[in-house]
């Protein structure tokens, strides 16, 4: 069974920085595309980065470019979302989530950040 | 790499058919055959229902079925019923490497 486990959330202040890390089981991790997607309590998902099976390519939504930042470890199969200068307007649930065809999701971790 | 667009809301009675829309651009929907449909209940995880257009994954029911029209792709579900009130969102991969979410429709079964 495929599952995705997301954790390092918590409160933060502005300007302050967080690590995700997603463990991954269940599934030949190292082939797949992994994402970051966001989604603040109440409102829309919105896709934040995704990175390919062996780790070069790395893709980000324009609001978080710079900032942050996709990792991933393939021996320990963990996912890393590094978050730095963080905003009041990254607040939000962050969910792991495996690429398509059958985009599988993790329970996600919330981030608040706030002085 | 603005949201797709979607209604905020579309209702139906039990039993009908209803469609929601999900429209973008030539550089995301009109270009890939790369949009999925994804349904949330409150409180819940997101689940996929559609994907690449119309590919229906193991264990959704067949009352859902996906679409795509230049643009504008599309999410029916034939004989709605109570259960399939959630919100629902599309998405799509662009030229850009990046994904793109719709805002959300909120479905009421009346």
């Known amino acids: 069974e495929v599952q995705l486990v997301e954790s390092g959330g918590g409160l933060v202040q502005p300007g302050g920085s967080l690590r995700l890390s997603c463990a991954a089981s269940g599934f030949t991790f190292s082939i797949y595309w992994m994402h970051w997607v966001r989604q603040v309590p109440g409102k829309g998902l919105v896709w934040v980065s995704r990175?390919?099976?062996?780790?070069?390519?790395?893709d980000y939504a324009d609001s978080v470019k710079g900032r942050f930042t996709m990792s991933r470890d393939d021996a320990k199969k963990i996912v890393y979302l590094q978050m730095n200068s963080l905003r009041v307007e990254d607040t939000a649930v962050y969910y792991c989530?495996?690429?398509?065809?059958?985009?599988?999701w993790g329970q996600g971790t919330l981030v608040t950040v706030s002085s | 790499q603005s949201a797709l667009t979607q209604p905020a809301s579309v209702s139906g009675s039990p039993g009908q058919s209803i469609t929601i829309s999900c429209t973008g651009t030539s550089s995301d929907i009109g270009r890939y055959n790369y949009v999925s449909w994804f349904q949330q209940h409150p409180g819940k995880v997101p689940k996929v229902m559609i994907s690449d257009v119309s590919n229906r994954p193991s264990g959704v029911s067949s009352r859902f079925s996906g679409s795509k029209s230049g643009n504008t792709a599309s999410l029916t579900i034939s004989g709605v019923q109570a259960e399939d009130e959630a919100d629902y969102y599309c998405n799509s991969f662009t030229t850009s490497g990046t994904w793109v979410f719709g805002g959300g429709t909120k479905l009421t079964v009346l």
């Open positions: 989530v495996r690429d398509r065809p059958d985009w599988k």
């Open positions: 990175l390919n099976g062996d780790g070069r390519t790395t």
